[in-house]
C-alpha cells in the first residue's frame, strides 16, 4: 500500500542551524501539508501546499520556515535558523485529488533543537 | 476560530469492553472530520473521514458519527482488544481552509 515516507527520522541540530526536513508524498496526490506536534500538544496545522505554491499557511510558519518542491517526488519543510521552540515532530502528509479527501500522514521527523 | 476537543483525555478499560470516544467542535461549518490513531512516537494512521453530509461511518470494529449542527462526533470501538491501546485523534476539515484542526486526542489503555 503506497505511503508517505519522511527523511530523517530523527534530527539534532543547535539553535540557529538551518535545517531540511524531506517528504516523499504519495505518487499521484497532488495536496501536500506540513504539521507539528510539540511534546504533549495538539497537532497543528503549518503549511499547505499545491500546483507548486503555499495554499495556506499558519500564524506559525513565519519567515524562517518554506517549503520546496524540488522535483517531481520530493517535498520539504526548511527552517532557516531554528530556535529552541521549533523542537517537535513534524509530520507530512498528502491527499488525492481534492484538499477535502482523507490526509495520510507519514512517521514524522522528530526534530531537537538545542 | 476552530476548536476541538476531545474528551476524556485517558480512558482505561477492561480487554473486550467496548469503547466510546467524543469530540466536540465549535464552528459547524467543516466539510468533513477524520479520527486518527496515534502510537506513542509514531505517525498518525487514518481509521475513519465522514462527510459533513453524512451521519455515520463504519469500518470493521470502528464506528463514527457525527452530528455537525450540534458539533459533535463520536467513535465506537466494538469489543476492544490490547492492540487498540493508542492515543485517538479527531480532526475536523473546515469548509474554507486547506487545514486540518485537531483535537487534543484521548489516550486508551485496553488492559487483558
Known amino acids: 500500500e503506497p505511503e508517505v515516507t519522511q527523511t530523517p527520522s530523527h534530527q539534532v541540530t543547535q539553535m540557529g542551524q538551518e535545517v531540511i526536513l524531506r517528504c516523499v508524498p504519495i505518487s499521484n496526490h497532488l495536496y501536500f501539508y506540513w504539521y507539528r506536534q510539540i511534546l504533549g500538544q495538539k497537532v497543528e496545522f503549518l503549511v499547505s501546499f499545491y500546483n507548486n505554491e503555499i495554499s495556506e499557511k499558519s500564524e506559525i510558519f513565519d519567515d524562517q520556515f518554506s517549503v520546496e518542491r524540488p522535483d517531481g517526488s520530493n517535498f520539504t519543510l526548511k527552517i532557516r535558523s531554528t530556535k529552541l521552540e521549533d523542537s517537535a515532530m513534524y509530520f507530512c502528509?498528502?491527499?488525492?485529488?481534492?484538499?477535502?479527501?482523507?490526509?495520510?500522514f507519514g512517521p514524522g521527523t522528530r526534530l531537537l533543537v538545542l | 476560530k476552530q476548536e476541538v476537543t476531545q474528551i476524556p483525555a485517558a480512558l482505561s478499560v477492561p480487554e473486550g469492553e467496548n469503547l466510546v470516544l467524543n469530540c466536540s467542535f465549535t464552528?459547524?461549518?467543516?466539510?468533513?472530520l477524520q479520527w486518527f490513531r496515534q502510537d506513542p512516537g509514531k505517525g498518525l494512521t487514518s481509521l475513519l473521514l465522514i462527510q459533513s453530509s453524512q451521519r455515520e461511518q463504519t469500518s470493521g470494529r470502528l464506528n463514527a458519527s457525527l452530528d455537525k449542527s450540534s458539533g459533535r462526533s463520536t467513535l465506537y470501538i466494538a469489543a476492544s482488544q490490547p492492540g487498540d491501546s493508542a492515543t485517538y485523534l479527531c480532526a475536523v476539515f473546515k469548509a474554507a481552509g486547506n487545514k486540518l484542526t485537531f483535537g487534543g486526542g484521548t489516550r486508551v489503555l485496553v488492559k487483558p
Open positions: 464552528d459547524s461549518a467543516i466539510y468533513n
Open positions: 502528509a498528502s491527499s488525492e485529488v481534492i484538499p477535502e479527501e482523507t490526509q495520510y
